[in-house]
């Protein structure tokens, strides 16, 4: 089984600090993805990377960049955390596929990581 | 951008009543999947519907693929406790073949 591991399950900082948010993964995935999930707005992307060193922004990229040294881990981080970004954060990982025209590989998502910015 | 709508936001049933949550895209998707989030818990990939019309089963959850590629429904029949949860829908995203857009989930409570 595949397993997607984030570095905390609960995080409490202070606004302007810089704050990390590890996940690593086991199964040797080329894709790996952040989101946050809020309710009534549900998962939103926040960067996908498909490749070691190389990343997209998804749709809410602003205050977070993101680092990816080595294949199985996909860092998130908050340059300046602000209120606004208290959530909860998942990660998740996906094997590449072929450039498939219909279909797309499961996402495996980690237990999350409940971030609350003070 | 590509929008995945999601209703109803949630459902609360009897024990054994059914249960149907419905997903609208804004443009043609190529695929959409399905995924459950129990309370506490990370979504899990459930199922992956790619053609037009197709319905797929898994026990007492049914999904749908609508014809034009643009809708897709989940039915659960006869719902049971472990049935609660959020149920989301992922539309593969144009321009980004391994990405998707998430609905909003439906929230799922099953009273026993």
């Known amino acids: 089984d595949v397993k997607v591991t984030q570095s905390s399950r609960y995080l409490v900082k202070r606004t302007g600090e810089k704050v990390f948010l590890e996940c690593v993964q086991d199964?040797?995935?080329?894709?790996m993805f952040w989101y946050r999930q809020d309710p009534g707005l549900g998962l939103r992307l926040i960067y996908f990377?498909?490749?070691?060193?190389?990343?997209e922004k998804g749709d809410i990229p602003e205050g977070y960049s993101v680092s990816r040294e080595k294949k199985e881990r996909f860092s998130l981080i908050l340059e300046s955390a602000s209120t606004n970004q208290t959530s909860m954060y998942l990660c998740?990982?996906?094997?590449?596929?072929?450039?498939?025209?219909?279909?797309?590989?499961?996402?495996?998502f980690g237990d999350g990581t409940r971030l609350s910015i003070l | 951008g590509q929008q995945v709508m999601q209703i109803p936001q949630y459902q609360h049933v009897q024990e054994g009543e059914d249960f149907t949550t419905y997903c609208n895209s804004s443009?043609?998707?190529?695929?959409i999947q399905w995924y459950k989030q129990r309370p506490g818990g990370h979504p899990v990939f459930l199922i992956q519907?790619?053609?037009?019309?197709e319905v797929k089963k898994q026990k007492r959850l049914t999904f749908q693929f609508g014809e034009a590629k643009k809708n897709s429904s989940l039915h659960i029949t006869a719902t049971q406790t472990t049935d609660v949860g959020t149920y989301f829908c992922?539309?593969?995203?144009?321009?980004?073949?391994?990405?998707?857009?998430f609905g909003i989930g439906t929230k799922l409570q099953v009273i026993p």
């Open positions: 992922a539309g593969r995203r144009s321009g980004g073949y391994q990405k998707v857009t």
């Open positions: 990377s498909y490749d070691v060193k190389m990343k």
């Open positions: 998740a990982s996906t094997v590449l596929a072929y450039r498939d025209r219909y279909s797309n590989q499961p996402q495996h």
């Open positions: 519907l790619v053609k037009s019309g």
């Open positions: 443009t043609t998707l190529s695929n």
């Open positions: 199964m040797d995935h080329e894709n």
